[in-house]
């Protein structure tokens, strides 16, 4: 888990505006995640990734994109065209994929 | 795609007793079954695990049964501290999305003294 450096921790942002989430992980896994959870939720897959320069849409892709340019890195961008992105996102990754899956720490995204 | 179902929403038990949490699973593909504890605000952290070749597993005050034929499983905690009390999520997946988790919405645990 120390190993998943999720920024920022919170983040406001106003409407109509992209902002970016960084998820950095230096503990060489393959594959990586990011989830969405709203209060009192479960955890909602958006997109993940199983090898450099290559991912896949989750349960809920829309109004959000990501890049795996780097192994270690999997940035989350929430577009505009999200219309309801106040919650809290959380990044994962693993070895490999089918193995332990660890969590960064989270980030609180807020619109105002 | 993968559907996890999981019950109760809520539960509340005595220091001592012991909680019972519930999940279904839609996809027969599914073969990786963890279970995090998530505490307010923070990140879920992995109790336990188990996979479709083993039908239970034991950590301490900690278990989890698998039923493969009925597609459930189960989280059993014995002897419930107060430290217990958190939300708990079960999980499914299989390679058909990536061996991305598929959560159940979660159960809080209150274990009151």
């Known amino acids: 888990d120390g190993g998943i450096t999720q920024s920022p921790k919170y983040l406001f942002r106003k409407e109509g505006q992209n902002v970016t989430l960084s998820c950095e992980q230096n503990?060489?896994?393959?594959?990586m995640y990011w989830y969405r959870q709203d209060p009192g939720q479960g955890l909602r897959l958006i997109y993940y990734?199983?090898?450099?320069?290559?991912?896949q849409k989750g349960d809920i892709a829309e109004g959000y994109s990501v890049s795996r340019e780097k192994k270690e890195s999997f940035p989350l961008t929430v577009t505009s065209a999200q219309k309801n992105p106040t919650a809290f996102y959380l990044c994962a990754s693993t070895i490999r994929s089918g193995n332990t899956i660890y969590f960064g720490e989270g980030s609180w995204l807020t619109v105002v | 795609g993968e559907n996890v179902e999981q019950h109760p929403s809520t539960l509340s038990v005595q220091e001592g007793d012991s909680a019972v949490i519930k999940c279904t699973y839609s996809d027969s593909a599914s073969n990786y079954f963890p279970w995090y504890k998530q505490e307010l605000g923070k990140r879920p952290q992995l109790i336990i695990d188990?996979?479709?070749?083993?039908g239970e597993k034991k950590d301490q005050r900690i278990a989890v049964t698998l039923n493969k034929t009925a597609k459930h499983f189960s989280l059993h905690i014995t002897e419930t501290q107060p430290e217990d009390s958190a939300v708990y999520f079960c999980a499914a997946s299989n390679s058909n999305s990536g061996y991305a988790l598929n959560f159940g919405k979660g159960t809080s645990l209150l274990v009151t003294p």
């Open positions: 503990l060489n896994h393959d594959a």
């Open positions: 990734s199983q090898i450099v320069n290559d991912f």
């Open positions: 188990i996979r479709s070749n083993v």
